[in-house]
């Protein structure tokens, strides 16, 4: 496991809350460590996350058991409490285990019907979504979706507001690829581009009327989690949020939950749309070079340095940001 100063301290989502049912053992990985997930059997028992590795001769814990409030190792029965403490030895059962006999174990929470974890210790609480809480607003969940790439490239390409003609041009239609300029905000909790929606009608001509009736904020609530807000005629406000787990240097998952002001029945005809959208952005990403995203010059002579235009403002400002912060995972 590499220790970003960063990314080790945020939130991170690693299953659904549904993955963990009492007696179940769900697997993960995050930062290069292997996890496993695991809930009590019991009433509201809460949901442990610990690595899997057995403190004894190195077994994965994942190979074995819950039986009722205990976890049972696959390989010599050793019996480990809720807290990851040893207490049972099957081969000694008259000796007190090893002080040492203790899982490294690590704090999560149950938040939009996903499971974050921190395996260091929190800069904050997991990043809010109000709108989730809104008993009028329509919700659907997407993913996790695989990318084999860094999951910095795959948060870029959300606020890369340059690409939505081309790489989304058949999904979301025609729409005017002229950039003007545009404001970034930029706060030490993250970042936001407020902006205007402009869509083409079907001669290619632009829509004054939606251009002045629909609104779109796009921010980064933390270094790896996406939230987008729209505000318009019909659907009222639409909202997702996006939270990116950084599996390896060059390998990330996908996780998004929406919220909508619309009629329940119309979630699958959205949810469809919105998971065409995120595999249109995920096949342009797996196809960037270098995987990881450059942070500075170019220190490969393979791939020469990337190019800037003042469209790509806030792509050069998140990446400034993530530098500024001392993120070393996923970046080059």
């Known amino acids: 496991m590499i220790e970003d100063p960063i990314l080790f301290n945020d939130w991170h989502v690693v299953a659904k809350v549904e993955d963990c049912s009492p007696g179940k053992i769900f697997t993960a990985r995050l930062l290069g460590e292997d996890l496993i997930l695991w809930r009590p059997e019991g009433p509201n028992s809460p949901i442990q996350v610990w690595q899997d590795y057995c403190p004894h001769r190195g077994a994965s814990l994942s190979l074995g058991e819950v039986c009722d409030r205990t976890l049972i190792c696959a390989y010599h029965g050793w019996e480990y409490d809720t807290a990851g403490k040893c207490k049972y030895i099957p081969a000694h059962p008259n000796q007190e285990p090893p002080e040492k006999a203790q899982i490294k174990t690590y704090q999560c929470q149950e938040r939009y019907g996903w499971v974050w ?57 025609p729409s005017n690829p002229q950039i003007e300029d545009y404001e970034v905000v930029v706060t030490t ?15 290619g001509k632009q829509t004054i009327e939606v251009a002045t009736s629909l609104t779109k904020v796009s921010s980064l609530l933390t270094v790896s989690v996406f939230t987008e807000t729209k505000q318009g005629p019909s659907p009222g406000r639409t909202a997702w949020l996006a939270a990116i787990t950084p599996v390896e240097e060059e390998k990330c998952l996908l996780w998004t939950c929406a919220a909508i002001d619309l009629d329940s029945s119309l979630v699958p005809q959205w949810g469809k749309m919105h998971e065409r959208l995120l595999w249109e952005d995920i096949r342009i990403v797996n196809s960037q070079r270098p995987a990881r995203l450059p942070l500075g010059l170019a220190t490969d002579s393979q791939w020469p340095a990337n190019l800037h235009v003042p469209s790509d403002r806030c792509t050069v400002i998140y990446r400034k940001w993530l530098k500024d912060k001392g993120v070393t995972f996923g970046v080059c």
């Open 117 to 173: 974890v921190c395996l260091g210790s929190p800069n904050g609480d997991v990043p809010s979504f109000p709108i989730w809480d809104d008993p009028n607003c329509a919700k659907f969940w997407c993913g996790p979706l695989k990318c084999n790439a860094s999951g910095f490239r795959l948060m870029e390409s959300f606020v890369d507001i340059a690409h939505v003609p081309f790489v989304h041009r058949h999904s979301l239609g």
């Open 189 to 203: 909790e993250g970042i936001s581009i407020p902006e205007r929606m402009f869509q083409m009608d079907s001669e």
